[in-house]
């Protein structure tokens, strides 16, 4: 059993890294008011929006709509939330030059609007997409104007419509080996928010070059051996305790 870590001892840990970076899931942007896919209120339980017609390609070929259905309730969300403590005191991390990058499994962007630069989306996001018809690809910008004036977006050059680039299920996810590669340069990994369920991501923290900081509300499935801590808290009253022993 991985024994727990104190926010003082975490801030030690902080303290003594040279090198560190974070893998985040879900659990970091839920204080924010975004609900886990996966969890209690998420589309997977709630049906609000059926998992199998918005994240299958195929299902997304016959009829995207359902796809941008949930998209614009999602983004209408995420556009009416704030980072949370834990995104920000990331992205302060990095900029004392402490955090080295992000690894993230979340689409909602919220790292980039806390302030953090290095950040590796596995899943992707909506900051592109692409044409299904000639693969052109398009900025998040010109996504959002044409799900603004169009049920569906199309392609300006050849009317094919328009997939953000956000991961669907059996596409590959995206940043593995520049994931992989910040993990193994890590003296300290700090993993939040993640069940570690969700393969590859769940496998990351096993190239992590030195310590492993799991922090999650819940239980979590990979993640073991002597240099990995396991704290079950909330992140946001976690982190706050944190940034106040690093005195940031
Ligand atoms: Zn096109």
């Known amino acids: 059993m991985a024994k727990s870590l104190s926010p003082e001892a975490c801030a030690d840990t902080i303290r003594r890294a040279g090198f560190v970076s974070a893998l985040t899931g879900a659990g970091i942007s839920t204080a924010a008011g ?19 017609k918005v994240f299958e390609v195929a299902a ?3 009829d995207p709509e ?7 309730d999602f983004l209408a969300l995420v556009e009416a939330v704030e980072p949370t403590i834990t995104h920000r005191f990331l992205a302060r991390l990095e900029e004392n030059g402490t955090l080295g990058g992000i690894i993230t499994q979340n689409v909602d962007g919220l ?20 044409c299904r018809r000639c693969g052109r690809e398009v900025s998040g910008e010109k996504l959002s104007e044409g799900m603004a004036t169009e049920t569906v977006p199309h392609c300006a050059e050849c ?9 669907f299920f059996g596409e ?6 520049e994931a992989e590669s910040l993990a193994r340069r890590s003296d300290l990994m700090l993993v939040l928010g993640s069940s570690l369920t969700v393969y590859p991501a769940a496998a990351i923290p096993y ?9 999650n509300k819940g239980a979590v499935g990979a993640a073991s051996g002597p240099g990995v801590h396991i704290v079950d808290a909330d992140l946001d009253g976690y982190f706050k ?8």
């Open 34 to 52: 975004i609900p886990d896919f996966r969890g209690p209120k998420g589309l997977y339980v709630t049906r609000a929006h059926d998992p199998e």
């Open 60 to 62: 997304f070929d016959h």
């Open 66 to 72: 359902p796809f941008y259905r949930f998209s614009r």
């Open 111 to 130: 790292h980039r609007r806390a302030g953090s630069r290095n950040v590796l989306a596995m899943h992707g996001d909506y900051s592109t997409a692409h």
């Open 159 to 167: 009317g094919g419509v328009l997939k953000p680039d956000v991961v």
């Open 172 to 177: 590959n996810v995206r940043c593995l080996v």
């Open 207 to 215: 190239y992590a070059g030195g310590e492993v900081v799991v922090v």
């Open 241 to 248: 305790a944190v940034a106040e022993a690093l005195e940031m």
